[in-house]
């Protein structure tokens, strides 16, 4: 499995932006970035094939961007004009073979997770 660590949470007012970071111990095909909050089950928010294809949940197009650094085997997150319904704890999730289109923001399909880091958006 890969061994991914988060970075870049933080608490902030609404309307501001933050941008997550993921390293991982390798470059793992299909890589998405999740969040969660207690009692709910996890949301997939955007995920990416190799570096060119992206998908994003509805409610967060137009809002967040995933990208990659392939040399710094590092995923990113960047998050704009932040609410605190965005407020969870963030993770981010490998999968060891890569997913179809239609997989990439379903937590099932993923079987690394990093530790999370918290979001916290006050009004």
């Known amino acids: 499995q890969v061994q991914l660590v988060e970075s870049g949470g933080s608490s902030v007012q609404a309307g501001g932006s933050l941008r997550l970071s993921c390293t991982a111990s390798?470059?793992?095909?299909?890589m998405g970035w999740f969040r969660q909050v207690p009692g709910k089950e996890r949301e997939g928010l955007a995920a990416?094939?190799?570096?060119?294809?992206?998908r994003y949940a509805d409610s967060m197009k137009g809002r967040f961007s995933i990208s990659r650094d392939v040399a710094k085997n590092t995923l990113y997150l960047q998050m704009n004009i932040l609410t605190p319904d965005d407020t969870a704890m963030y993770y981010c999730?490998?999968?060891?073979?890569?997913?179809?289109?239609?997989?990439?923001?379903?937590?099932?399909?993923?079987?690394?997770w990093g530790q999370g880091t918290q979001v916290t958006v006050s009004s």
């Open positions: 999730a490998a999968a060891s073979t890569p997913l179809s289109n239609s997989q990439l923001l379903s937590s099932y399909a993923y079987n690394s």
């Open positions: 990416m094939n190799g570096v060119h294809t992206t």
């Open positions: 390798g470059n793992p095909y299909s």
